[in-house]
């Protein structure tokens, strides 16, 4: 992995920010990591960032550029015939936090443009008649609905969050009085 670190105070800090210029500020940039964590360490950090002094704020922005963190279940298994937890891994492609004066976290992404394509079903006159090089009066309008059609797909995808966890949910309570029970 590659890591770049910096930390400004003072003048050029001011730059950045108002309060830079007095708490400093923190960059840092991280590219092509990986680790393996286990959820005990994360379980673990609460802890470790409770304090009762609430701490000054420094501005910083951390980047993290093509990562790979697979996080590994280690408590112990409630039923023994269970194969036991999947380790889950996270891959971020490019990712931004950035703490502001407010000290407030904020999270961006790489900005992705997304252009649906036109749907036809098979064999349909209309996919005879349109090929795609031919509708550019229909591309202006695929893009005044690329809002809308991503504000749906995400509404979409909120949904099937919603029901894969409803379903980890009722089989977790079904094995619990069945531990043999599969799919």
């Known amino acids: 992995p590659a890591v770049c670190l910096r930390f400004e105070l003072g003048p050029a800090a001011a730059l950045r920010s108002p309060l830079a210029l007095q708490n400093g500020f923190l960059q840092l940039l991280l590219h092509t990591y990986t680790a393996e964590l286990l959820m005990s360490f994360l379980t673990n950090l609460g802890p470790f960032l409770e304090d009762e002094i609430i701490p000054e704020v420094i501005p910083m922005e951390i980047e ?8 590994k279940d280690d408590s112990p298994q409630l039923y023994p ?12 492609d490019h ?10 976290f904020y999270l961006t992404g790489q900005q992705w443009v997304w252009v649906p394509l036109p749907c036809f079903s098979p064999g349909s006159p209309q996919e005879q008649k349109a090929p795609l090089e031919s509708i550019p009066a229909a591309r ?32 977790q ?11």
Request: hydrophobic share 45%; proline share 7%.
């Open 64 to 71: 993290v550029v093509d990562a790979k963190i697979t996080l």
């Open 81 to 92: 015939t269970s194969p036991g937890p999947v380790p889950v891994t996270l891959a971020v």
């Open 95 to 104: 990712v931004v936090v950035r703490r502001r004066d407010d000290g407030v």
């Open 140 to 171: 202006g309008l695929q893009l005044q609905q690329v809002p809308e059609l991503q504000r749906e797909l995400q509404a979409v995808r909120m949904a099937l969050a919603e029901a894969n966890l409803d379903k980890a949910r009722l089989l």
């Open 173 to 183: 309570e079904v094995r619990k009085y069945n531990p043999l029970f599969q799919l």
